[in-house]
């Protein structure tokens, strides 16, 4: 089984920046694993965000977010990061963390195999 803990989360100006963070622990929790955000908005459904592979060399991420967020990772110490600059009101939501040992249709939730308990992120305008 694996856990994931997301922080970093938290209210911030439009045009501001904020840095998640994502541990991960357990057992069965490999380096190898695909490591994905994904966000959801009140009343909408849960959206792919950026995925990063084991090895860090491939990143994919929205059209909504290309160019403004980064994600990257830390294996030596299980973790996961997303900055996100250039925050707009239309971020906000709660945003989850995710593991998966699959390698295909990243931007699938249904492909990931373990979530964390989320992070708010609210943009004002």
């Known amino acids: 089984q694996v856990q994931l803990v997301e922080s970093g989360g938290g209210l911030v100006q439009a045009g501001g920046s904020l840095r998640l963070s994502c541990r991960a622990s357990g057992r069965t929790f490999s380096s190898s694993y695909d490591m994905g955000w994904f966000r959801q908005a009140p009343g909408k459904a849960r959206e792919f965000v950026a995925v990063?592979?084991?090895?860090?060399?491939?990143?994919y991420y929205a059209d909504s977010v290309k160019g403004r967020f980064t994600i990257a990772r830390d294996n030596a110490s299980n973790m996961v990061y997303l900055q996100m600059n250039s925050l707009k009101p239309e971020d906000t939501a709660v945003y989850y963390c995710?593991?998966?040992?699959?390698?295909?249709?990243?931007?699938?939730?249904?492909?990931?195999?373990?979530w964390g308990q989320g992070t708010q992120v609210t943009v004002s305008s």
């Open positions: 990063i592979n084991w090895s860090g060399g491939r990143t």
């Open positions: 995710a593991a998966r040992s699959s390698a295909d249709y990243y931007w699938r939730s249904s492909t990931y195999e373990s």
